[in-house]
């Protein structure tokens, strides 16, 4: 089973290499984010066409989550319980959305930005990221042999070489103590990064901005990880990150992360 994670960017500007990249890595599931779309404009019947079935969230043009699958799609849950929202009023922003397929939950996730240390989008950033990580360890406590992957863009830079320069992001969000320790505290919970062991680094990137030429420089982040629970994590035989899919035009500004499973 090969299953895979990917911030596309907007659906509907990506979708023929969203597609396309389906078939070429033989993709089982995909867990997407920045759909950027409504449900309502969620492009389903290409997807329905190659074989796929598709679970979308999508409130506004901005965020959007979605999981495709080619072996079921069932039991399909969209947020977590205590999910923070953001607005006035406070609406719960579609950031994430879960599935059993064939046998694994898939919970894509697309944690906020923070925008600056000072911003009060970071507040809401740790709240966000301790309110999943309390989610995710009750119910590992409850179903301690679950197959469960969070998967997704986490906006978060866990160690010093997830990046291309410290000096460069030093007072920015991505790095800073309080954001890599929300990160931790999902990995001590129990879920462990499955991708790293396969790719390590330093200089293994996920996400390189568009602007100053970040991609052919290699002045990247690494953001986008899959945390297994320790039934899914056995599982495991290999990963990599399809850098190829962040060349040439009209590409996302994240690449790819794919995992298989025996």
């Known amino acids: 089973?090969?299953?895979?994670?990917?911030?596309?960017?907007?659906?509907?500007?990506?979708?023929?290499?969203?597609?396309?990249?389906?078939?070429?890595?033989?993709?089982?599931?995909l867990a997407i984010q920045e759909t950027k779309c409504r449900d309502d404009q969620f492009?389903?019947?290409?997807?329905?066409?190659?074989?796929?079935?598709?679970?979308?969230?999508?409130?506004?043009?901005?965020?959007?989550?979605?999981?495709?699958?080619?072996?079921?799609?069932?039991?399909?849950?969209v947020g977590f319980e205590g999910m923070p929202g953001w607005g006035d009023p406070v609406n719960a922003e579609a950031r994430a959305i879960s599935a059993v397929c064939d046998g694994v939950r898939v919970v894509s996730v697309y944690v906020p930005n923070g925008?600056?240390?000072?911003?009060?989008?970071?507040a809401y950033k740790l709240d966000w990221l301790s309110r999943l990580r309390d989610h995710?360890?009750?119910?590992?406590?409850?179903?301690?042999?679950?197959?469960?992957?969070?998967?997704?863009?986490?906006?978060?830079?866990p160690q010093d070489e997830d990046v291309w320069s410290m000096a460069f992001y030093e007072n920015r969000t991505h790095v800073s103590e309080p954001e890599r320790a929300a990160f931790r505290a999902v990995v001590d919970a129990g879920f462990s990064d499955v991708?790293?062991?396969?790719?390590?680094?330093?200089?293994?990137?996920?996400?390189?901005?568009?602007?100053?030429?970040?991609?052919?420089?290699?002045?990247?982040?690494?953001?986008?990880?899959a945390?297994?629970?320790?039934?899914?994590?056995?599982?495991?035989?290999g990963a990599f990150i399809d850098r190829e899919e962040r060349k040439g035009k009209g590409a996302s500004d994240h690449a790819p992360v794919i995992i298989d499973l025996a």
């Open 195 to 225: 991708v790293r062991p396969h790719t390590p680094g330093p200089g293994v990137y996920t996400y390189w901005d568009y602007t100053q030429l970040r991609f052919p420089k290699a002045q990247g982040m690494r953001i986008d990880f």
């Open 1 to 29: 089973m090969r299953i895979a994670t990917w911030n596309v960017n907007s659906i509907r500007a990506r979708l023929d290499r969203v597609t396309a990249f389906l078939a070429r890595h033989d993709i089982d599931v």
């Open 43 to 77: 492009p389903h019947l290409p997807f329905e066409a190659a074989g796929y079935e598709v679970a979308h969230v999508g409130l506004n043009q901005w965020n959007g989550v979605a999981i495709v699958s080619r072996v079921g799609i069932s039991e399909v849950e």
């Open 136 to 157: 995710a360890a009750t119910r590992l406590d409850v179903s301690p042999d679950e197959q469960v992957v969070l998967m997704g863009d986490w906006n978060v830079a």
């Open 115 to 122: 925008r600056s240390l000072e911003d009060p989008h970071m």
């Open 227 to 237: 945390l297994g629970s320790p039934a899914l994590a056995a599982r495991v035989t």
